[in-house]
């Protein structure tokens, strides 16, 4: 390439196909999201044999429960800021650190307490690694195929989610508890030095620094070794620039309703689903099915979330995105109903689990899609891992909110009924910011033709 000597870098990146090394950076985000989702469910895999094991009351374990989302809430809040500030690879690598090696100590844990704080310590890791592989691979992907690549990668999270159970279900009766957390803590920690030496720093971050012109030059070779540029080429991100607190500036230049509905998306849609995962196991054996069929179709949430998200993924690229968000929200309250509604019908179980497993994990990922792009680069982490934070504590009063309601007795119809109405509101937020976004654009438009 000759001639310009300043290139746009998110300008030029959206004019590229996607390339080897793009795709690259999304299987290692990838990676380290499917890690992710392994860690964050082990705790519950092995709750059973570790509660017979030390001889544990009913319930005795949802405070190590509580420790952990607690600790994912507090590492996506606090350090997607961090990660603007200096780097998303750095995070990424840290935090990939962290929750192996306390995933690993958590096998020495030999009380209630000594368990919570490693669960919390690990849930710190996780929680600051998802927000940076999302913002990570939006830097890198072009606008016309970011959604898609988003969803993609965050599918990591329910594949590690469900490769967790698979692999409990081979090493509990070989090696007891603790064999889960040896083989996932090991399994990331081999990952470590992997992302050491594969994993590129955020170009747009680069680029805003306006002192990285080497390193950008040589990433985008990396990207199209048929790229030249001339001696001189500045490549800059034009851009708007971290000043200040950053979580102020995701209420700045006309942001302040968006980022309040995306909360209230993640935070409805998370409690929901931790609300769904926590108790359908109990809800459906205490309809007449046996534990073993309860818990393989409490499974299809997870894989119907997969088929959901790449599904939304592939739509938004053809319709309004948050139409189809609100839409999938709207359909999972009525699939979700339909799950108190089933009685013991089998058949009728595993349809509505899996529809809102489709409809509320599948949104999910679309969500932590659209949100990857709906920040600029330098504010990308914290607007991220600030909706996830606000989603985490969803994510702490759904179960709580759950074994309330049971406790009241009430019909599983009535439950369910009342478990879909934040999928509702879930719903409504969307539509609304679709609506925006549609206003958004009538009025770039018109200002385009005005000039």
Known sequence: ????????????????????????????????VCMDGFHAQAIGYVAPVLSKAWQLKPGALKDVFA?????????????????DRVGRKPVIIVCTLA???????????DSLRSLFYWRLLTGLGLGGAFPNAIALTADYAPQHRRAIM?????????????????????LIPLMGWTGVFWVGGLLSLLLVPVLIFALPESIRLLALRGTEDDRIRDIFRRINAKLTFTPGTRFTAHEERLRGFA???????????????????????????YFLSSWLPTVIHNAGISMEKAAAITSLLQI????????????????SPFRVLAGAYLVAGFFIAGVGLSGASVGLIILTVSGAGFCIIGGQLGANALTGGYYPTAMRSTGIGWALGIGRIGSII??????????????????????????????????IMAFRESGQAMKKSGDALAR
């Open 304 to 319: 119907g979330g997969i088929a959901g998200g790449l599904c939304l993924g592939w739509l938004f690229g053809r319709l």
């Open 1 to 32: 390439m000759n001639g310009s000597t300043v290139i746009d870098v998110p300008e030029f990146i959206d004019r590229q196909k996607v390339s080897g090394f793009q795709i690259r950076v999304l299987l290692l985000c990838a990676a380290v």
């Open 398 to 431: 759904g179960p709580w909110l759950g074994g309330l309601i049971l406790s009241f007795q009430w019909k599983t119809s009535s439950l369910f009924l009342t478990a879909g109405i934040p999928a509702l509101a879930a719903a409504l937020a969307a539509f």
């Open 99 to 109: 929750f192996s090696v306390f995933t690993l100590l958590t096998i020495t844990a």
């Open 67 to 83: 420790a952990g989302l607690f600790g994912l809430m507090l590492g996506a809040l606090i350090l997607g800021p961090v990660a």
């Open 150 to 170: 988003l969803v993609v990668m965050s599918c990591g999270f329910s594949l590690g989610a469900a490769l967790g159970g698979f692999f409990a279900a081979w």
């Open 247 to 273: 979580v102020r500036q995701l209420f700045q230049e006309s942001r302040a309703i968006g980022t309040t509905l995306l909360w209230v998306m993640f935070f409805m849609n998370i409690l929901v689903l």
